[in-house]
């Protein structure tokens, strides 16, 4: 897209969609990516070979956060002869690897490629301290700031002599378990802004624990199991201090006597152990509240009645465990992972429950059984099964990892001066549609 700017901005991935979020700036002898993720569902993504500029020809990948929707498709970046840097947050660059290889279990790579790749991209990428200001080669200069949406997450601010652009990533909601705030972004001629929800807010946020504490014990009473499908990165970790809270706190012990009962809670899901295993160490970057937690000898991501279900074997035993049980595991949206054999048994009895806590996207199958749910004799299409809805299916919508449509205009109307413009990315048109004329209202220029 051409622009008054004395470079080109254009958008590869998640520019009318969630998922697949790639763009570039593209100056004079000089090439930034920011992001290289994977497409979803409905979402797609250009193709490499049609990209405007080869990616030899690329300096600089920044990497707004670890999610695969942001960062898939660095390895097919690197086979396309990608040589320049990797800059990140510290956090990112710690989850960066980890979420990766996961990424790359099955694809077509042979080990020695994985092995190859994982090598090239960690000895590229470097870790960056937030709010300090980097030059990069031909005048531009770059600052990280906090967004709040998952550990390490970072908008990033670009400037180039009088020029500055910014990129939102994924912008999380205020007052979330273990994260900081995001920060407040300086002024920008250029802001690319996430749009996930755009046309909707969130149920109130203070009142979550409680309604998950509420609907937990309801479920409880009928002995069965609880699925949790969840993002390993970020959902997991905030769910498992949010039940901490649960279990540990008096006021709802009081409040809800049947959570009382020892009920464990397992996260059958390997990516997600490793996860919460770097989330425990990379205490520097929590939040004040998590930090006080751990300074009372209450470590905010652990409690006695969590188990990790790591092994394969172990996963297969979950299978036939009776409950109650509380099982949170990948992937969030239900487009695979070990949550998909917990649903093709689960999903059939009505004393199963599943809990939706996180955005699902257009055609996966978490969209589905949300959605057909509410239809009688409901069922929703597991690897060519049809799989009857029994179970009863919850939507806790206040636990998004991202800023609602209030969440998103507040943090653009708390910069010193109003952006430019905006060229909104990252969500459907409808909430692109309805944030758009938001901010026309308030003369804010959009795209
Ligand atoms: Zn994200």
Same mark, same amino acid.
């Given at each position: 897209?051409?622009?008054?700017?004395?470079?080109?901005?254009?958008?590869?991935?998640?520019?009318?969609?969630?998922?697949?979020?790639?763009?570039?700036?593209?100056?004079?002898?000089?090439?930034?990516?920011?992001?290289?993720?994977?497409?979803?569902?409905?979402?797609?993504?250009?193709?490499?070979?049609?990209?405007?500029?080869?990616?030899?020809?690329?300096?600089?990948?920044?990497?707004?956060?670890?999610?695969?929707?942001?960062?898939?498709?660095?390895?097919?970046?690197?086979?396309?002869?990608?040589?320049?840097?990797?800059?990140?947050?510290?956090?990112?660059?710690?989850?960066?690897?980890?979420?990766?290889?996961?990424?790359?279990?099955?694809?077509?790579?042979?080990?020695?490629?994985?092995?190859?790749?994982?090598?090239?991209?960690?000895?590229?990428?470097?870790?960056?301290?937030?709010?300090?200001?980097?030059?990069?080669?031909?005048?531009?200069?770059?600052?990280?700031?906090?967004?709040?949406?998952?550990?390490?997450?970072?908008?990033?601010?670009?400037?180039?002599?009088?020029?500055?652009?910014?990129?939102?990533?994924?912008?999380?909601?205020?007052?979330?378990?273990?994260?900081?705030?995001?920060?407040?972004?300086?002024?920008?001629?250029?802001?690319?802004?996430?749009?996930?929800?755009?046309?909707?807010?969130?149920?109130?946020?203070?009142?979550?624990?409680?309604?998950?504490?509420?609907?937990?014990?309801?479920?409880?009473?009928? !002995? &069965?199991?609880?699925? $949790?499908? *969840?993002? #390993?990165?970020?959902? @997991?970790?905030?769910? /498992?201090?949010?039940?901490?809270?649960?279990?540990?706190?008096?006021?709802?012990?009081?409040?809800?006597?049947?959570?009382?009962?020892?009920?464990?809670?397992?996260?059958?899901?390997?990516?997600?152990?490793?996860?919460?295993?770097?989330?425990?160490?990379?205490?520097?970057?929590?939040?004040?509240?998590?930090?006080?937690?751990?300074?009372?000898?209450?470590?905010?991501?652990?409690?006695?009645?969590?188990?990790?279900?790591?092994?394969?074997?172990?996963?297969?035993?979950?299978?036939?465990? !009776? &409950?109650?049980?509380? $099982?949170? *595991?990948? #992937?969030?949206?239900? @487009?695979?992972?070990? /949550?998909?054999?917990?649903?093709?048994?689960?999903?059939?009895?009505?004393?199963?429950?599943?809990?939706?806590?996180?955005?699902?996207?257009?055609?996966?199958?978490?969209?589905?059984?949300?959605?057909?749910?509410?239809?009688?004799?409901?069922?929703?299409?597991?690897?060519?099964?049809?799989?009857?809805?029994?179970?009863?299916?919850?939507?806790?919508?206040?636990?998004?990892?991202?800023?609602?449509?209030?969440?998103?205009?507040?943090?653009?109307?708390?910069?010193?001066?109003?952006?430019?413009?905006?060229?909104?990315?990252?969500?459907?048109?409808?909430?692109?549609?309805?944030?758009?004329?938001?901010?026309?209202?308030?003369?804010?220029?959009?795209?």
């Amino acid at each position: 897209m051409k622009n008054n700017l004395p470079f080109e901005i254009v958008h590869l991935g998640a520019l009318k969609c969630v998922t697949g979020s790639c763009h570039l700036i593209i100056s004079n002898k000089l090439n930034i990516m920011i992001d290289c993720g994977l497409a979803q569902g409905e979402s797609d993504c250009i193709p490499i070979k049609d990209w405007p500029v080869s990616p030899d020809k690329i300096d600089y990948l920044f990497v707004t956060h670890a999610h695969i929707d942001h960062i898939g498709r660095i390895p097919e970046l690197i086979n396309a002869g990608f040589s320049g840097e990797i800059l990140c947050s510290h956090p990112t660059k710690e989850l960066l690897i980890p979420m990766l290889e996961d990424a790359m279990i099955f694809s077509n790579y042979s080990d020695k490629e994985k092995n190859q790749l994982i090598q090239t991209i960690d000895d590229l990428s470097w870790g960056f301290e937030n709010n300090i200001s980097f030059n990069l080669k031909n005048g531009f200069s770059f600052k990280l700031g906090i967004a709040g949406h998952i550990l390490g997450s970072s908008f990033i601010h670009f400037k180039k002599s009088n020029s500055s652009v910014v990129f939102s990533g994924d912008i999380g909601s205020i007052n979330t378990p273990i994260l900081k705030d995001p920060d407040i972004c300086e002024p920008c001629d250029y802001l690319v802004l996430e749009s996930t929800y755009g046309d909707r807010n969130h149920d109130d946020r203070t009142n979550r624990i409680q309604r998950l504490a509420d609907i937990l014990s309801k479920c409880i009473a009928d !002995k &069965g199991k609880i699925f $949790i499908p *969840a993002f #390993s990165l970020g959902r @997991t970790q905030e769910l /498992i201090y949010e039940l901490d809270v649960i279990f540990s706190e008096t006021k709802f012990q009081k409040k809800y006597p049947e959570l009382n009962q020892n009920i464990p809670v397992f996260v059958d899901s390997p990516l997600g152990i490793k996860i919460t295993s770097i989330y425990s160490k990379l205490k520097d970057f929590w939040d004040m509240e998590s930090q006080k937690k751990l300074a009372c000898f209450d470590h905010p991501i652990d409690f006695d009645k969590l188990y990790s279900v790591s092994k394969y074997y172990e996963h297969i035993r979950l299978l036939d465990m !009776k &409950g109650p049980a509380i $099982i949170i *595991a990948g #992937s969030g949206m239900c @487009t695979g992972g070990r /949550i998909i054999d917990h649903l093709k048994e689960g999903l059939l009895s009505s004393k199963n429950d599943v809990f939706f806590v996180g955005y699902q996207a257009k055609n996966t199958v978490g969209r589905d059984i949300i959605r057909y749910s509410k239809r009688k004799n409901g069922y929703v299409i597991i690897n060519e099964k049809k799989i009857p809805l029994k179970a009863k299916i919850h939507k806790l919508s206040g636990y998004s990892a991202h800023a609602d449509q209030n969440g998103l205009i507040d943090w653009v109307l708390k910069m010193k001066e109003k952006p430019g413009i905006i060229q909104l990315v990252h969500g459907e048109e409808k909430a692109q549609n309805i944030l758009k004329e938001k901010f026309l209202n308030l003369g804010i220029n959009v795209n």
